[in-house]
């Protein structure tokens, strides 16, 4: 039981996977570390298109479990993605690698911020990589949406969901626990009905 | 610094840090972040440990910095120490939140995660995985949008918008690092033109 996923590999032998434990490490604190404002753009990028160790259909399987349960999402998934190829030890450094350097780099900005934390350039700067990486976020969204033209449901009816989704979490500023409980379980009872048992 | 706050923590102090953060992990669906408000009761209101201006510099600069934004724990954490006197504490501080706020999320999602990868032949559990893409792809766009909308003058934001939807068109389209858009925001941020 020490590597409880491994069986995933068996979908595919040709996709890349993690050598290493270290090699765990160290691919999720060079992309944590490319994550201002978040890790969630960089994700997907980094998982899926660079490393390719996910597929868009894994990720989008993957990151529902990793938002539906407690905790930050990215960590959840690096969690995942570790536990899936090396069971807990994998688990623990792909999470002490998204957690660790970024760690002592906060702490000293926060030590720094009290000097520079006023200086409009400084502010600025942060400003304007905040909003590139919302509009990384949102064309993150985007391009996973091509991997609905593959899903048990069809395509209309996918993007009838998401549009539904941006309605009430976007626009209407629902609560995301009744979003997730409807949208999510009519998505969920659709696809049931959908796949052969 | 000198600390605008001086406290004197006991252990059944730092024990109750420890066992609120705990708490709040097992909250915290949709991240750490979404329990903020719980957070400034307990630590600004109730107990008087970080003051209003260190709780949000704490979310501020976590959001700034590299890395994954459930951070901006360790920073209050951080402060909490330094108001009780010492860089010691500082570290104290760090270890007890960031190690209460991830222990119960991490191990709860580490065993349901195993349990629906061993079970994922299960009809079930294929139509829970597969049957929320698209509200995964929804709440993307979403938390995209609000991240970028959070400038609400559309009068005198319009260059920051049109830097997020031309962020947004590049990365969708074109294979760029990501590092390089972040560096033309930071750049066009630093002389004002956003």
């Not at chain 2, 102090?13 to 903020?36: E, N, Q």
């Not at chain 2, 049109?162 to 074109?174: D, F, K, M, P």
Request: overall charge positive; charged content about 10%.
């Amino acid at each position: 039981m020490n590597a409880p996923h491994s069986p995933a590999l068996a979908d595919d032998p040709d996709q890349p996977r993690p050598q290493s434990l270290s090699d765990l490490f160290f691919s999720f604190t060079w992309l944590a570390l490319q994550g201002f404002g978040g890790v969630l753009a960089v994700i997907q990028r980094e998982m899926v298109e660079r490393k390719r160790w996910l597929t868009q259909e894994q990720f989008l399987e993957d990151w529902a479990v990793a938002q539906i349960m407690p905790g930050p999402n990215v960590v959840n998934l690096s969690l995942m993605v570790g536990g899936r190829y090396f069971g807990l030890p994998g688990a623990l450094s792909a999470m002490a690698g998204m957690l660790a350097v970024p760690l002592l780099i906060v702490l000293l900005l926060g030590v720094l911020y009290t000097r520079f934390g006023t200086d409009p350039q400084l502010a600025g700067a942060l400003r304007g990589m905040a909003a590139v990486s919302a509009g990384m976020i949102a064309a993150t969204g985007i391009k996973l949406a091509a991997a609905l033209a593959r899903h048990p449901l069809p395509l209309w009816l996918g993007l009838s969901l998401v549009a539904l989704g941006v309605l009430a979490v976007a626009v209407l500023r629902l609560p995301l626990v009744y979003v997730l409980l409807v949208l999510g379980g009519l998505g969920c009872t659709l696809t049931y009905r959908k796949l052969s048992p | 610094m000198s600390p605008p706050l001086q406290l004197v923590l006991s252990t059944s102090d730092w024990l109750s840090l420890f066992g609120h953060y705990l708490m709040l992990s097992l909250m915290s669906v949709g991240g750490a972040i979404s329990t903020t408000a719980e957070m400034h009761r307990f630590l600004v209101e109730q107990h008087g440990w970080l003051t209003q201006a260190q709780f949000n510099e704490s979310i501020a600069i976590a959001q700034a910095a590299p890395g994954p934004n459930v951070l901006f724990v360790a920073l209050m954490g951080w402060n909490v120490g330094m108001n009780a006197g010492s860089t010691a504490a500082a570290c104290l501080g760090v270890l007890v939140t960031m190690l209460g706020i991830m222990l119960p999320s991490t191990t709860l999602t580490y065993m349901a995660a195993s349990w629906g990868h061993r079970n994922r032949h299960l009809r079930g559990v294929r139509a829970f995985k597969q049957g929320m893409a698209p509200i995964v792809v929804a709440l993307l766009i979403s938390t995209g949008l609000i991240l970028g909308g959070a400038n609400h003058n559309l009068a005198t934001d319009w260059p920051i918008w049109s830097l997020s939807v031309a962020a947004g068109l590049i990365i969708w389209r074109t294979k760029i690092h990501l590092l390089w858009l972040l560096a033309a925001g930071a750049v066009l941020g630093w002389f004002q033109l956003i």
